[in-house]
Nanobody, 121 residues
Framework: QVQLVESGGGLVQPGGSLRLSCAAS????????MGWYRQYPGKQRELVAG???????NYKDSVKGRFAISRDNAKNMTYLQMNSLKPEDTAVYYC???????????????WGQGTQVTVSS
């Protein structure tokens, strides 16, 4: 089994910054895509940012230039640096990974437990 543990959420004023972290552990052979999603109440999760194993990134248009995703393959971690935060960034943020495990066939997908980000004055 694989566990994803997120940290770094919280309350921040508009214009402020937060850095989310996600640590993956367990039966991991190789992690492929890693990403951050967010979910508003009553809405489906939406992709905020993604990063491939070789470092290619993609972002939701509304966060381009403000958010930056990165990863550390040696530590099985991904990070989301969020700057110039706006009230509309308030949501629960989830880490998501695609990986292969030892003695497991095929790619598996896992979600973190979610971390609340609140942007308010």
């Amino acid at each position: 089994q694989v566990q994803l543990v997120e940290s770094g959420g919280g309350l921040v004023q508009p214009g402020g910054s937060l850095r989310l972290s996600c640590a993956a552990s367990g039966n991991i052979f190789r992690i492929y895509d890693m990403g951050w999603y967010r979910q508003y109440p009553g809405k489906q999760r939406e992709l905020v940012a993604g990063v491939t194993r070789d470092g290619k990134t993609n972002y939701k248009d509304s966060v381009k230039g403000r958010f930056a995703i990165s990863r550390d393959n040696a530590k099985n971690m991904t990070y989301l640096q969020m700057n110039s935060l706006k009230p509309e960034d308030t949501a629960v943020y989830y880490c998501h990974v695609a990986l292969t495990g030892y003695r497991v066939v095929g790619i598996q997908y896992f979600w973190g437990q979610g971390t609340q980000v609140t942007v308010s004055s």
